[in-house]
């Protein structure tokens, strides 16, 4: 039997066919064929990374470049404070006899302190020195000498101390201005903390001005200069420097409840130094202005309204040291005592409101206007009420007793 086979089952259909051949001949076709561009727009070339290696030498002197002008401008001021300054800080060892149960018993203590002048002369904390029986000065270089106390003012804390020395050993320090300070300007302390680490530098800024504090005789000294550059115990006697290496005054205290440095440091400023540094030198002592004030009530509103004050501000006096310019002028202390709020109180002085025109209003601010403004033989002008009536005395200073 003959079998007809169908072209169609078997084959491609004719349409697809030629299809398929277009298709192919298309594709060889189109790898000839220019790209199309769009008119207004050109093909942007891919863009290829390029690296040009540095030299290593010249790597290194550009590191060497960047520390050497790092260094100019935030470090090289403070190295050069600190060469230039150091050999002038000396360390200060002292020996305390301390009554014992049976007898006395040694005891040593350490500070610092600076050169003043090519005499010898070493500016330091009456703290430091205080009840030593023998006094050590360090100058570096294994140069110990024996010091000598040969000025003291214990108010402001304040000594200084004297030693036989090479004038090449000694090279002083330039005192500059506490006057025109400004908080956050830079400060740099120098001392000898622990009594171990001597000549050891640190910095930090003026943290605030005219801090008052409590002075080793227990009155307040006013004026003082914080700052948060570490002060250990050590350091105590050590300047504590501006930016050029001026001294703006000495390092005193801290306030730390360990006992080490908790950035909160106070030094006397140099300005009170200056002012001391004269009597200090010829006479042994400061000579501090005194008009007599024993005891006085600060007045407050609520002072004057309880004893009906004819003031809100002023001293009322209370009590007045015999033979003193007060007293001798006839100024009067209390009369009388009263009992306010359950308190007694001491009633019927005279009240001082005002010294040469400046108000008062407390007895530290008193006594410190007339420091920084007046000295022994000074006249002032003194105004107070009594009685609800003004008087005017002028009175004149005196030195004023141990």
């Known amino acids: 039997m003959n079998r007809r086979y169908s072209v169609a089952s078997h084959c491609l259909p004719l349409g697809w066919l030629v299809l398929l051949i277009g298709l192919l001949l298309g594709s060889s076709s189109c790898a000839r064929l220019p790209i199309a561009v769009l008119p207004g727009f050109a093909p942007t070339p891919a863009l290829v990374p390029t690296y040009t290696p540095t030299p290593v030498t010249q790597s290194v002197q550009n590191i060497a470049l960047l520390d050497e002008q790092a ?5 090289k001021r403070v190295i050069d404070v600190y060469e230039r300054v150091s050999p002038s800080v000396v360390s200060i060892t002292t020996q305390v006899l301390r009554r014992g149960f049976f007898f006395e018993l040694p005891e040593e203590g350490a500070g610092s302190g600076f050169v003043l002048d090519k005499e010898g002369h070493i500016l330091t904390n009456y703290h430091v020195i205080n009840g030593a029986q023998a006094i050590d000065v360090n100058l ?31 090279i ?12 956050g300007q830079r400060a740099i302390a120098i001392g000898n903390p622990f009594g171990q680490f001597g000549r050891t530098l640190t910095t930090g800024v003026i943290s605030a001005l005219d801090r008052t504090i409590e002075g080793s005789d227990g009155r307040t000294i006013t004026g003082i200069i914080q700052t948060d550059a570490a002060i ?20 005193t ?11 909160v440091g106070f030094a006397v400023p140099v300005d009170t130094i200056k002012r001391l540094l004269p009597d200090l030198l010829t006479l042994g002592r400061y000579r501090h202005p005194w008009l007599g004030v024993r005891y006085a009530y600060e007045i407050k509103p609520g002072l004057a309204r309880l004893l009906e004050l004819p003031t809100q501000q002023g001293l009322l006096l209370v009590q007045l040291y015999r033979n003193s310019p007060l007293d001798n002028a006839n100024v009067r202390g209390a009369q009388k005592e009263a009992i306010v709020s359950n308190q007694r109180v001491y009633v019927g002085g005279d009240i001082i409101t005002q010294i040469d025109g400046a108000s008062v209003s407390t007895l530290d601010g008193m006594e410190t206007f007339l420091e920084d403004n007046y000295g022994v033989g000074d006249t002032v002008s003194v105004s107070l009420l009594r009685n609800g009536e003004t008087l005017v005395l002028d009175i004149t200073l005196v030195e004023e007793p141990n």
């Open 71 to 75: 260094l100019d401008v935030a470090e």
């Open 253 to 263: 205290a801290i306030f730390s409840p360990t006992g080490t440095s908790a950035g």
């Open 172 to 183: 002083p320090v330039q005192l500059g201005s506490s006057e025109t300070l400004k908080v």
């Open 140 to 170: 570096g270089d294994e140069y110990v000498l024996p010091a000598e106390v040969v000025g003291r003012d214990q108010r402001n804390d304040i000594a200084v101390l004297k030693v036989e020395a090479p004038a090449e050993l000694l």
């Open 232 to 251: 250990n115990r050590g350091n105590s006697g050590g300047p504590l420097l501006d930016s050029s290496g001026r001294v703006i005054g000495i390092n």
